[in-house]
């Protein structure tokens, strides 16, 4: 009696045993499923370069490369790109600002997310390609700045506001997510470290670049 008593006890311990293991298991499976972050998807500019190069060569632009900056993308990370035609890759990449577009009404999200106007004195970004026009002087970052000339309806006010490409020593050279850029009155603006690199090949190229600012 007492053997098959102790047997019916081991018995039970090794049930109870088995079963908590078997709870944390799925506890731990559970737990560890919810936490993992899986990295998000690289967005694909293919068509946005294929298009590029296509006008590019359309209407006499540079061909070794063109500027491309994704407003969707957080201000607190990369989103102005150089593309190399000949390498077919991203060679650099960078902070890059947003208009506040506060001017004519609220914008409680100008921070995070950009609007767009045409309007002088909006203060609001404009999207669309650009030619990179003449070389001047700027009073911000490293006191250099490039007129940009819109080429579509959205962004043909872009001499008459003023919107030209430039670089402001508050804009960082580094990625700063979860913080955000300043914000400008629509101008792209980058880190003065950057915008010696942009200086350093538009003063080498002969032909106009293209700039294209996309959402």
């Given amino acids: 009696m007492k ?8 018995m039970m311990r090794n049930s109870l045993f088995f079963t908590i293991v078997l709870l944390l298991i799925c506890c731990n499976i ?16 293919a068509k946005n370069h294929q298009e590029a ?9 540079a061909t070794d490369f063109y500027y491309l900056i994704d407003l ?9 790109f150089i593309y190399d035609f000949k390498k077919k890759v991203i060679t650099h990449k ?11 009404e609220a914008n409680p999200d100008q921070w995070e997310k950009p609007k767009f106007d045409t309007r002088k004195d909006s203060h609001c970004s404009m999207k669309g390609k650009f030619k990179i026009g003449k070389r001047d002087y700027s009073s911000w970052g490293i006191n250099v700045k490039y007129w940009l000339h819109g080429l579509e309806v959205q962004n043909q006010s872009a001499v008459d506001r003023m919107v030209v490409l430039h670089s402001w020593s508050a804009v960082s050279n ?23 690199k ?4 538009l003063q080498a190229t002969k032909k106009p670049v293209l700039l294209w600012i996309i959402e």
């Fill in 3 to 10: 053997l098959i008593h102790s047997t019916k006890l081991d």
């Fill in 30 to 45: 559970g737990h560890s499923t919810k936490n993992i972050q899986l990295p998000s998807p690289a967005k694909s500019y």
């Fill in 53 to 61: 190069r296509s006008f590019c060569e359309m209407n006499g632009y």
């Fill in 72 to 80: 969707s993308i957080h201000p607190g990370r990369f989103r102005f």
């Fill in 94 to 104: 960078n902070i890059v600002t947003h208009g506040s577009c506060d001017v004519f």
């Fill in 174 to 196: 580094h990625e700063i997510y979860p913080r955000v850029s300043p914000l400008s009155w629509g101008c792209p603006a980058v880190s003065d470290a950057f915008m010696r």
């Fill in 198 to 201: 942009l200086d350093q090949q």
